[in-house]
């Protein structure tokens, strides 16, 4: 069943301004005329529609004219570079507050400080890195590493998300959040480890999300330390250790955005 | 999967009926659709068309010729004749050994 003139005047171009403006340039005429010669039904909707969320999250199209190229590269990708800065520089700031200063005078009662301190940076961080690890896993064509990306997506929503339910909600989850804060750092040094075998483009980023297994050592290292002592003293060392693992690797977030907003692509060229 | 296909995951098979059906001659987007439901009884979606139509192109597979009026005319390059047919060569022994199986199996059936 094909629509009808007055629905394709109405329809076709909000279905057509679904999909990037590097695929429009490029396609949008042609696509308009096939519409027109009557292919947009019910289930062409549906299908322009799941179409246009592909070129969004894939963007595996030719680049057209050259002033197409810079609007080609997909939405997430270009989310990615600065929520990895954002993120990056949040929870920098927020591991230098921890050793520098005295985290346990904070007015911890004061709930805005908590917000502050604690929830926003740590969501926006990891929700920075799970929003590279779907880039990496979107665009990436070594299944490896879109694997690995996938992984580090899922443990960076899913540990943003646990997080901020646990903080506000419960007081009791802070030791599954710390099974999951090593793994998250193992996955995105595996990653690391595996762009790094990758080609040239996604050495860099391979280079700086190896701060991920750093800083997965550190971690335990201060973990393991914290356990073993009931003096002060070793544990507040084992913090501080843990909180130079997380800084590692929050910097290399952030120099990993600032690459990417520089226009030397290391999340996306996997 | 022949090389040059095995990445385009759930668009190999609209690609695929795409490659076969500029395997007769260029083709715009709407004759292309046309072609493949006729031929193969499976309709072809226009949004998975131009997903596919992109991937084959930028996989160097296919290739746009000038536009004729607001259609554009794409046609099967030497790479993409070369990967439809080690695609189809595959498919065609995947045929046959089934096909043997088969009729082995049917004739041990009747013996039986």
């Not at chain 1, 949040?90 to 921890?98: M, N, S, Y």
């Not at chain 2, 439809?84 to 096909?99: I, K, M, N, P």
């Amino acid at each position: 069943m094909a629509a009808s003139p007055r629905a394709l005047t109405i329809l076709a171009p909000i279905l057509l301004r679904l999909y990037p403006r590097g695929w429009r340039a490029r396609y949008e005429r042609e696509l308009l005329t096939v519409l027109e010669e009557g292919a947009l039904t019910p289930s062409a909707t549906l299908d322009i529609a799941l179409a246009a969320l592909d070129a969004h999250l894939n963007g595996d199209y030719p680049s057209g004219a050259s002033e197409d190229r810079k609007v080609r590269r997909p939405m997430l990708d270009r989310l990615a570079p600065l929520a990895i800065v954002l993120g990056g520089v949040f929870l920098t700031f927020f591991a230098i507050a921890v050793v520098v200063g005295d985290a346990t005078s904070l007015p911890e009662d004061d709930p805005v400080v908590t917000v502050l301190f604690y929830v926003v940076p740590f969501a926006i961080g990891l929700l920075a890195l799970g929003i590279s690890g779907v880039s990496v896993t979107s665009l990436g064509h070594d299944r490896v590493a879109r694997g690995l990306g996938l992984l580090t997506a899922a443990l960076g929503l899913g540990l943003a998300t646990a997080i901020t339910y646990l903080f506000f909600v419960s007081d009791i989850g802070w030791d599954i959040i710390g099974l999951l804060i090593p793994s998250f750092a193992l996955a995105s040094g595996l990653l690391g480890l595996r762009l790094l075998a990758n080609g040239s483009r996604a050495r860099a980023q391979g280079l700086l999300l190896i701060g991920g297994l750093i800083a997965a050592g550190a971690w335990v290292v201060g973990a393991v330390m914290t356990a073993n002592s009931s003096r002060v003293s070793v544990a507040d060392q084992a913090a501080a250790i843990e909180t130079l693992g997380f800084g590692i690797l929050f910097v290399a977030w952030v120099l990993v955005g600032l690459l990417e907003l520089r226009g030397k692509p290391v999340v996306a060229a996997t | 999967m022949a090389a040059g296909l095995s990445d385009l995951g759930r668009f190999a098979e609209p690609s695929i009926a795409i490659l076969v059906s500029l395997s007769e001659g260029p083709k715009h987007g709407y004759a292309i659709m046309a072609d493949v439901e006729a031929t193969s009884g499976q309709p072809l979606g226009p949004g998975t068309l131009y997903a596919a139509l992109g991937r084959l192109e930028r996989r160097g597979l296919i290739e746009p010729l000038p536009a004729e009026d607001r259609r554009r005319p794409y046609r099967l390059t030497g790479l993409g004749a070369t990967t439809l047919r080690a695609h189809l060569d595959h498919l065609e022994r995947f045929v046959q050994t089934g096909l043997v199986r088969l009729n082995g199996t049917a004739k041990a059936a009747s013996g039986a």
